[in-house]
């Protein structure tokens, strides 16, 4: 089957913050390394999918978030020991700990609802007439 338009992959789309339905709206106003507003769209600004689908939807996001932050820690602490060695100070592990958390904070916001909205939620399939529409004015 040939087309004349390339769809982006899941992957790639997942990562630049598109909509999971048509692939081409953002889901964030700021790009991730921005220090403007990490808030999201609450419609898909391309096919007016509803990002919120039902109340609370996104507290699920939490709990993909803490998978991620125990991850993160988890490497970061054993990161830390394999390059100072240091089974003395807490101070250090807890120092690490803490940037870390800070540091990633805002990939943690952002890529939490991105996981649950692409992989997490069957609704939010990709569908290629929301990809080819034209958004009208
Ligand atoms: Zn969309």
Sequence with gaps: MSTEYTIPSEIKS????????????????????SFKSKKMYEQCPHCDLKFEKEPGYFYVAM???YAFIVAQLVASCVGTYVLTGNLESPWLYLSVAVAVAIILAPFNYRYSRIVLMYWLTPQFKFQEKYFLRKKEA
């Design 14 to 33: 997942a990562i630049d913050g598109k909509c999971p339905r048509c692939r081409k709206g953002n889901m964030f106003r700021a790009p991730l390394l």
């Design 63 to 65: 709990y993909v978030s």
